[in-house]
């Protein structure tokens, strides 16, 4: 099923409220407690939930439980999913030191680059050579990769490891790339977004 992007964000976003909820005690929510967890409408989560076939009780709302083990099923969260990082700067190697990931189920198994003083195969997360991916990406399976390279190695990377079976790509490179048939590049610019926040801090402070 293919959805609206903006819906599965929304989804992630309910997911995390719960389990917010859910620390606190609680062990059946309403949309609108949803709603008000993540700034939207008690209407837009009913309709979300419709889309993928979860319905609750007008009276009794949601089992908390039952609707965690829905949404991490939509969301790919009811098994590990390894990730592998291409790249091993600044980005990609604090990405690679980032524990948090495990705790939503993601595991970055290994980091890729070019630049021989970077390889480390005895990392916690192993750093091998680039020509070593599409082997490790095959016989591992894996399916989702981080790109974080400069932008003048990107598109040779992706197509790379997309070659080799990667369907899913986080571009933290600052540049759209074209994604080839089959998989989906999600583009993620930290100068533009830096760029957006500063302009609206600017636009909310001379409108005071």
């Known amino acids: 099923m293919i959805t609206n992007k903006n819906c599965i964000i929304r989804l992630s976003r309910y997911k995390n409220a719960l389990y917010r909820l859910q620390a606190l005690g609680f062990v059946k929510v309403f949309s609108d ?14 309709k979300d939930f419709s ?11 949601y089992q908390i439980d039952s609707l965690l083990e829905k949404l991490n099923s939509i969301l790919g969260k009811d098994q590990l999913q390894k990730v592998l990082v291409v790249g ?8 690679m030191r980032y524990r ?8 970055i198994v290994a980091g890729f680059d070019i630049d021989p003083a970077k390889i480390n195969r005895s990392n ?10 599409k082997a490790f990406i095959k016989s591992n399976q894996i399916r989702i990769a981080i790109l974080a ?3 003048i ?4 990377a992706l197509d790379l490891i997309c070659a080799a079976g990667i369907k899913g790509v986080l571009n933290f490179a600052p540049l759209r790339l ?11 610019n930290l100068e533009i977004e830096l760029e957006n926040l500063i302009y609206f801090v600017n636009v909310a402070e001379k409108t005071k």
């Open 124 to 133: 916690p997360v192993p750093i091998l050579p680039l020509d070593e991916a």
């Open 88 to 95: 091993a700067g600044h980005i990609g190697s604090a990405l």
């Open 33 to 46: 407690n949803l709603a008000d967890s993540v700034g939207g409408t008690a209407s837009q989560v009913r």
């Open 100 to 107: 948090g990931f495990e705790k939503e189920g993601i595991k």
């Open 149 to 151: 390279v400069p932008d």
């Open 51 to 61: 889309i993928f076939g979860i319905s609750g009780n007008k009276k009794g709302g």
């Open 178 to 188: 074209k994604a080839p048939d089959g998989s989906i590049v999600n583009n993620v």
């Open 153 to 156: 190695a990107a598109q040779s």
